[in-house]
């Protein structure tokens, strides 16, 4: 059975940056493609701005480039639409067409210039994770030593977001920074990309206790691909490895508040049998072997876009 695909985190604007001649129609060196996304039935993706620390410090310009890399190379083909507002998901629930969502995975390259979350914002990004794993102006990642939550700028641009309607990330962010944004928001967090803590203890991944904070928001889970988020005591991970993360949240009341966030491009070590969008259709079968066709229809799809569907901004003048 083919079940269309919402996909929350991938790295391959990073990867298109790092390497101007790649293709995103089926470049060979990516693992989300336009002819991959097409293969795995993949309708919505979420495309994450994430600036390397190899590549220097972060700036604004680099997020520039990240953004105007979705705007020419993915948007600008026409092969990929664009999501921005609520309105448009109708679009993408019912059409044929593959779409694209920008986030931004840790706000070092802002600079700690609000004017710059403002311009993202008019730029399309609708997306924010507010750290990658370490320290920056904003708050203390998740891999931090002192595990600090936010700064003073970190809770004004908090502020900024819930005012223009960008829906913020927990993935990467530290625990009291986790606690800290839970009493900030507006509208609801996500985890684009973490496991369940209890099933594979990697820092990375949410405690049971984090896990009923976003359920308890109406916020959303989606579960991840690296393999060492999934198991850590086996150098081989196979598809069905991720079934006790899916048993964990389904047990803390999370079946509709779970998606997918695959990583894909941004790891080097595969799940065996998920490299790529290409297998989602496999994983879909997997699923079905375990679970009713409607909970996982909401995990592949469903969930994500009800939760866009609410959350997103209404575009100005839309009678949405």
Known sequence: MYMKVVDFHCDALSKLWENPKASFDNSPDLDVTLKSM???DVALQVFAV?????????????????????????????KLEWLKWRDQIREVRSGSKRWGLLSLEGVDGLEGNLFYVRLCYELG???????????????DGVMEKRGGGLTDKGREMVQLCNELGIILDVSHLSVAGFWELAELVSRPLIASHSNAYGVCPHPRNLSDEQIRALIAMDGRIGLTFVPWFIRRDTPTVKPEDLLPHVERICSLGGEHHMM???????????????????KYQDWVNTLLKHYPEQLVQGW??????????????MQQGSQS
């Open 38 to 40: 097409e293969k795995g």
């Open 50 to 78: 994430f600036l390397s620390e190899q590549y220097g410090r972060p700036s604004f310009e680099r997020v520039m480039a990240q953004i105007d890399i979705f705007r020419a190379k993915l948007n600008g083909t026409g």
């Open 125 to 139: 990004v609708r997306l924010m994770g507010l750290t990658w794993n370490h320290a920056n102006w904003a708050a």
């Open 260 to 278: 997918f966030g695959s990583d894909f491009d941004g790891i080097d070590q595969w799940v065996e049998g998920l490299e790529s969008p290409c």
């Open 300 to 313: 592949m799809s469903d969930n994500a876009l009800n939760f866009l569907e609410q959350y997103l901004p």
